[in-house]
Structure formats: C-alpha cells, structure tokens
C-alpha cells in the first residue's frame, strides 16, 4: 500500500453513460498525475495538477474527458458520454517534487468496463 | 513526439539466469525512472537515475544511465521467481517538469 487511494477499484458501464473516478493523494504530496494503461502497455500520461493548478494536459485527452482537484488534495477524473475504446485500467499517482528528484506512487487504480 | 521504447517485449528464463531490459528514448532525459508492476497490480517505483553515465545496485538489480541520457538498462543477476512481473522505464524529456514517459515495458517469466 503506497497510501495512494482509489475509488472505485472497479467500474462497468454502459456506452453513453458518464463515469468519475476519485483519487486520494498522499496527503503531503503537491503532485498528482492520472494516467491511462491499456493491456501490454505502459502507463499513458493524461494530466496533471501542481497543488490546485492543472499544469498540462495530454493531447490525447479528447473534451470528453475532465479532471479537478479543486482544494489541491483529492482529485476527481469525470469521462463523459463513455465509448467501448475508454476501457482501461486509470492510474492514479502522486509525488512531491523537489528539483530533479521525484518519486511517483501509484495508487491501485481504477478498472473501467464500457459495455 | 517524444517516445521511449523498450526491448524485449517479453523474456522468459530459467530461475537462477540472468536478464536484462533495454530502454530507448527518442529525445535525451533529464533523468530516467525504473518500475515494477506485479499481474494484476499497479507501478510500482524501483529507482531513479539523474547522471549522464550513472550505476546504480539494489541487491541483484543494476541499473545504467546511458552517456547521452537516451538510454538505460535493468539488469538483474540470478533471477528469482519473485522477479516475475513487468519493468517499465520511463522518463521525463530535458526541460519538461511534469510528463514522465513510459515505456511499454519487458515483462519477465521466471519458470523454477
């Protein structure tokens, strides 16, 4: 257990429907990054906040999808009008960064089903 | 863009042999990060390596920063069974603070 939470572990849904996800950081991290693994691959980059800031999104995030972390603790990944290629396993991590040095943690992360 | 690529996509060996991941990036790194992810299980952070030319051991593991900083290597002598799982590298670009850059990782198969 790294102390990076998720919620939920795991997700089904409808094609359509719309999804969010939670994570909880480290409590005295100030980063927090959400990314995307599909099977055999590694962990895609999607977002991530400094504090309550969203410093850089992925290019392949398409406006369906959104994420906050409006108290610059928790953060919340919303999927809107969910598709069949959405499914995936959303990793969440977080990490306290100080110059060149940063360990990332990774939470269990949250397995999404779109039917 | 910038992509890091890693062979080979999978090895299997005899517990006892030795093995070894290779790490590519298309662009030099400010550092490289090593990862282990367990079947069913998340990344989990191995180590870092910030110098141009740097080695560093954990036990059986030796890792190598590349000269240029666009490559790295995981070595681990006398594999166990408990080695098992997959070993992502991944790296942030030079100048880039955030967007660490995963490869697709080697997945090991230790048979006992």
């Known amino acids: 257990d790294t102390g990076v939470s998720q919620d939920p572990r795991h997700k089904i849904t409808k094609r359509g429907q719309n999804v969010t996800f939670r994570c909880d950081p480290i409590?005295?991290?100030?980063?927090l990054y959400w990314y995307r693994q599909t099977l055999g691959q590694g962990p895609e980059f999607l977002t991530y906040?400094?504090?309550?800031?969203?410093?850089?999104k992925s290019r392949l995030l398409s406006d369906r999808f959104s994420a906050e972390r409006p108290k610059g603790s928790f953060s919340t990944l919303e999927i809107q009008r969910t598709e069949q290629g959405d499914s995936a396993m959303y990793l969440c991590?977080?990490?306290?960064?100080?110059?060149?040095?940063?360990?990332?943690?990774f939470g269990p992360g949250t397995r999404l089903l779109v039917l | 863009g910038q992509q890091v690529m890693q062979i080979p996509q999978y090895q299997h060996v005899q517990e006892g042999e030795d093995f070894t991941t290779y790490c590519n990036s298309s662009?030099?790194?400010?550092?490289i990060q090593w990862y282990k992810q367990r079947p069913g299980g998340h990344p989990v952070f191995l180590i870092q390596?910030?110098?141009?030319?740097e080695v560093k051991k954990q036990k059986r593991l030796t890792f190598q920063f590349g000269e240029a900083k666009k490559n790295s290597s995981l070595h681990i002598t006398a594999t166990q069974t408990t080695d098992v799982g997959t070993y992502f590298c991944?790296?942030?670009?030079?100048?880039?603070?955030?967007?660490?850059?995963f490869g697709q990782g080697t997945t090991l198969q230790v048979k006992p």
């Open positions: 991590a977080s990490s306290n960064r100080t110059g060149f040095q940063e360990t990332q943690y």
């Open positions: 409590s005295e991290h100030n980063r």
């Open positions: 906040f400094q504090n309550e800031a969203q410093l850089e």
């Open positions: 662009t030099t790194l400010s550092n």
């Open positions: 390596l910030v110098k141009s030319g």
């Open positions: 991944a790296g942030f670009r030079s100048g880039n603070t955030g967007k660490l850059i």
